[in-house]
């Protein structure tokens, strides 16, 4: 029975933090969200309810803009998955009879009749199965199903087949009604501790001069209120309205941090959307299918102009800036070359790493105990000058790098860079860090590479650290990048991306 209760509190605190997680960005003065509400909507789709403004919301995976999104929390004490048949089984709701597509469903019917502008999400902490055949069907931009690939002409005895056979079954629907519900349904995943999000809300607060709860503390009394409002009936906030319920409860103690947010996406993180809390958001989602680029030209011809306009206006207009990067590698370079070093600027990078940080280059002092590179260098091709580096900070790049230059011809030497511990996501522990492994590669690539060649750059780190080094981009010269095909959609694989510096002529066909 203890166990059973403190299963609950912490089903509770996880809803409660989803909750402010939202609701703490009414207090931006350019946030895209108008309403925030707590236990309201449609039964089933009732833990937290986000209303856009007009126009403002994450645009759904056909580009219409959101308008609202009901989101039912679900969290287990332990790690699991599940798939499309628990969607159909009360019991996974903890339910007598009604399941959770059955109230999808009749939310479905009353709230987006026509299937646009609403969206219906399963939050958990828990994963779909990967062999599920819902799963091949899950937008990984933003968790939504992918109507095209659930209804993909397969015949009835296929697993997809049979999973819209027995949906339809089950919902009492044909398949132009299965067909309406799916467009509105979202399934996302949140495997952050409660720590974790505890930690997340505690920078949202001190951005915003309000008071933070000491981490020595067992209790977050944040849950607690989000449940003291819910019995008054506060449970609907409009930014006016949240703003004086939290000056009642005293919790500002000090002007907000003044910070100017810029977002650019290339691909939809599936429960924080950058819609929610920056003040401008480049969105470059349409340009990728999942995330394969749709035209390889896009590079050079879209992607690189609209971030480099879309980031010099930011930084002209608000000079130091916040920026978040929900983009592939070669854009984190990129933007790292048009903010570089010589612009003076101070940029604040969030980086994801388990959870949400903010690193720049001097946010911790440098601490000696901190990896390091290991360089090796190989022969490659006699035929050419140009210098290939394999960057392997969260993983190792080698074996990709090696059977993707083995058929190019151009490259005389290949730079393996490695940390002095394995690769892996904790590599890296700070801005300061990635500024000083930046730095100690560029020196190296200009010791080594050939004047007027080209470095042929294959990257896994973070992305801050990608951002930095792209600051160094006009000492090193002319680059190429390469993205890696990790869905396998295009034969595997790295795949040549953007070169930069883009020459004056084709800047000059941009333009025109």
């Not at 978040?324 to 990129?334: E, G, K, M, Q, R």
């Not at 890296?428 to 190296?444: K, T, Y």
């Not at 990048?481 to 694989?493: I, V």
Request: charge should be negative.
């Amino acid at each position: 029975m203890t166990q059973a209760i403190a299963s609950m509190r912490d089903g509770h605190a996880f809803q409660a933090r989803q909750f402010w997680r939202k609701a703490l960005h009414l207090l931006d003065r350019d946030t895209a969200i108008a309403k925030v509400a707590f236990e309201l909507g449609p039964k089933g789709f009732d833990d937290i309810w986000v209303e856009y403004a007009h126009g403002r919301g994450y645009n759904d995976q056909d580009g219409r803009p959101l308008l609202r999104q009901h989101i039912q929390c679900k969290w287990h004490v332990n790690a699991g998955e599940y798939g499309h048949a628990q969607l159909i089984d009360p019991d996974f709701i903890n339910a007598s009879s009604t399941s959770l597509l059955q109230r999808a469903k009749a939310a479905q019917l009353k709230f987006a009749p026509d299937g646009v502008g609403v969206r219906f999400t399963l939050l958990s902490n828990w994963r779909l199965t990967v062999a599920d055949p819902l799963s091949k069907t899950i937008n990984q931009r933003d968790g939504a199903v992918r109507v095209d690939r659930l209804f993909d002409g397969s015949t009835s005895r296929s697993a997809l087949g049979k999973l819209r056979a027995t949906w339809c079954e089950h919902l009492e629907l044909d398949e132009t009604g299965l067909r309406m519900l799916a467009s509105s349904l979202a399934f996302a995943t949140d495997a952050s501790t409660l720590l974790d999000l505890r930690d997340e809300i505690d920078r949202l607060l001190q951005f915003r001069g309000m008071r933070r709860v000491p981490p020595h503390e067992d209790t977050c009394w944040y849950d607690d209120l989000t449940y003291q409002w819910l019995a008054q009936g506060r449970i609907e906030f409009d930014a006016e309205e949240f703003r004086a319920v939290c000056s009642q409860q005293g919790l500002f103690e000090q002007p907000p941090t003044a910070h100017f947010s810029l977002g650019v996406k290339s691909f939809e993180h599936p429960v924080d959307h950058l819609e929610d809390r920056c003040s401008e958001v480049l969105d470059l989602v349409r340009y990728f299918d999942e995330r394969p680029i749709r035209s390889d030209d896009d590079w050079t011809t879209a992607l690189f102009p609209q971030m480099k306009a879309f980031l010099v206006d930011g930084a002209r207009r608000h000079g130091p800036i916040h920026l978040i990067l929900d983009a592939h590698a070669t854009l984190a370079f990129a933007a790292g070359s048009v903010l570089n070093i010589k612009s003076g600027l101070n940029v604040q990078l969030e980086q994801r790493v388990l959870n949400r940080l903010v690193w720049h280059a001097d946010d911790t002092p440098s601490n000696p105990t901190w990896p390091t590179w290991t360089f090796a260098h190989q022969a490659s091709s006699a035929d050419g000058d140009d210098l290939a580096v394999a960057v392997s900070l969260t993983h190792d790049v080698t074996p990709a790098v090696l059977a993707n230059i083995k058929g190019m011809s151009g490259i005389r030497t290949l730079l393996l860079a490695s940390p002095t511990t394995r690769p892996g996501n904790k590599v890296v522990a700070s801005g300061r860090h990635a500024f000083e492994l930046a730095e100690a590669l560029a020196l190296e690539i200009n010791r080594i590479k050939r004047p007027g060649k080209t470095v042929h750059l294959f990257v896994a780190a973070p992305n801050a650290f990608s951002f930095f080094l792209g600051q160094r981009q006009p000492s090193l010269g002319r680059i190429k990048l390469y993205e890696y095909d990790f869905e396998g959609l295009n034969g595997g694989g790295y795949r040549a991306s953007l070169s930069l510096p883009i020459s004056a002529r084709v800047q000059g066909d941009e333009a025109r």
